[in-house]
Nanobody, 120 residues
Framework: QVQLVESGGGLVQPGGSLRLSCAAS????????MGWYRQAPGKQRELVAA???????NYADSVKGRFTISRENAKNTVYLQMNSLKPEDTAVYYC??????????????WGQGTQVVVSA
């Protein structure tokens, strides 16, 4: 099986920074892409940023210029550097991976989520 574990969430003041990490483990054959989604209470889950195995990135318009997604392939880890945080960034952030396990099937895997609260 493939597991995703997020870390790095917490409470931060507006204008501050946080870095989220997501480590994939298990019988991984290949990871095609990884990304970050977020969901605020009562709202639909939305894509924040994604990165492919080739390094191509995609960002939500609301975070362009403030967030940066990166990847360490040797560690099967993806990061989300969040700068100039705003109260509207408050949400539970989920790691996602498009991954093929050694058993064969290509699946979409999700982490447990990490809370980010931006408040004075």
């Amino acid at each position: 099986q493939v597991q995703l574990v997020e870390s790095g969430g917490g409470l931060v003041q507006p204008g501050g920074s946080l870095r989220l990490s997501c480590a994939a483990s298990g019988d991984i054959f290949s990871i095609y892409s990884m990304g970050w989604y977020r969901q605020a209470p009562g709202k639909q889950r939305e894509l924040v940023a994604a990165i492919t195995s080739g390094g191509s990135t995609n960002y939500a318009d609301s975070v362009k210029g403030r967030f940066t997604i990166s990847r360490e392939n040797a560690k099967n880890t993806v990061y989300l550097q969040m700068n100039s945080l705003k109260p509207e960034d408050t949400a539970v952030y989920y790691c996602n991976a498009d991954v093929t396990a050694e058993t064969g099937p290509r699946v979409n895997s999700w982490g447990q989520g990490t809370q980010v609260v931006v408040s004075a």
